[in-house]
């Protein structure tokens, strides 16, 4: 089965810039989706196709992907965006189809 | 406005049987381009995806999983069901429906409120 690692934790100063990433073999080739999840509530999208936002979403979070790695970047990081974040692959050509990453606790010190 | 909610008990015993309702509202689960997953998270852990489900009835399940789950989807009721059966205290988890958007990958574009079963005697 395919395998998402990512970082346990990122601690980042507010207005600074968080980068999360989410290593993959090959990942590169695959289209990842990023997800916050705030303490207590569902998950919520916010990257998805590597690098779209939902409407919603601000345009402070970022995404890109490349060889085997794929970067969630949040810009001018603010204390309201500590929360987890999960990335995501959907690949029908491997078992099981949906894999979740083992999520980062970002810290907003 | 699209809103999904799960539905079912908060408690169950060692072996017995989980059924979970998800109810969609804001869009139809005969839409071909949308779908309904169901995923997992234990106290404190990772997302588990579980099972979903498509407007074609096309059904998949988590490989380690395959044996003790069966998703299904009643349009009418704008509802889908999830049965796991056979629960052991591992099983202890939130458990969330997502709608899936269906696209070259899909992804999960919204979320219920989730529900949290406890498996306990």
């Known amino acids: 089965s395919y395998v998402l690692t990512q970082p346990p934790s990122v601690s980042v100063a507010p207005g600074k810039t968080a980068r999360i990433t989410c290593g993959g073999n090959?990942?590169?080739?695959?289209?990842v989706h990023w997800y916050q999840q705030k303490p207590g509530q569902a998950p919520v999208l916010v990257i998805y196709?590597?690098?779209d936002r939902p409407s919603g979403i601000p345009e402070r979070f970022s995404g890109s992907n490349s060889g085997n790695t794929a970067t969630l970047t949040i810009s001018r990081v603010e204390a309201g965006d500590e929360a987890d974040y999960y990335c995501?692959?959907?690949?029908?050509?491997?078992?099981?189809?949906?894999?979740f990453g083992g999520g980062t606790k970002l810290t907003v010190l | 406005q699209v809103t999904l909610k799960e539905s079912g008990p908060v408690l169950v015993k060692p072996t017995e049987t989980l059924t979970l309702t998800c109810t969609v509202s804001?869009?139809?689960?005969?839409?071909?381009?949308?779908?309904v997953s169901w995923i997992r998270q234990p106290p404190g852990k990772a997302l588990e995806w579980l099972a979903h489900?498509?407007?074609?009835?096309?059904?998949s399940y988590s490989t380690s999983l395959k044996s003790r789950l069966t998703i299904s989807k009643d349009t009418s009721k704008s509802q889908v069901v999830l049965t796991m059966t056979n629960m052991d205290p591992v099983d202890t988890a939130t458990y969330y429906c997502a709608r899936i958007r269906v696209g070259a990958t899909p992804w999960f574009d919204y979320w219920g409120q989730g529900t949290l079963v406890t498996v306990s005697s």
């Open positions: 196709y590597d690098s």
């Open positions: 090959n990942i590169g080739s695959k289209s």
């Open positions: 489900i498509f407007s074609n009835d096309e059904k």
């Open positions: 995501q692959v959907w690949d029908s050509s491997s078992d099981p189809d949906v894999v």
């Open positions: 804001g869009f139809s689960l005969s839409n071909a381009r949308m779908g």
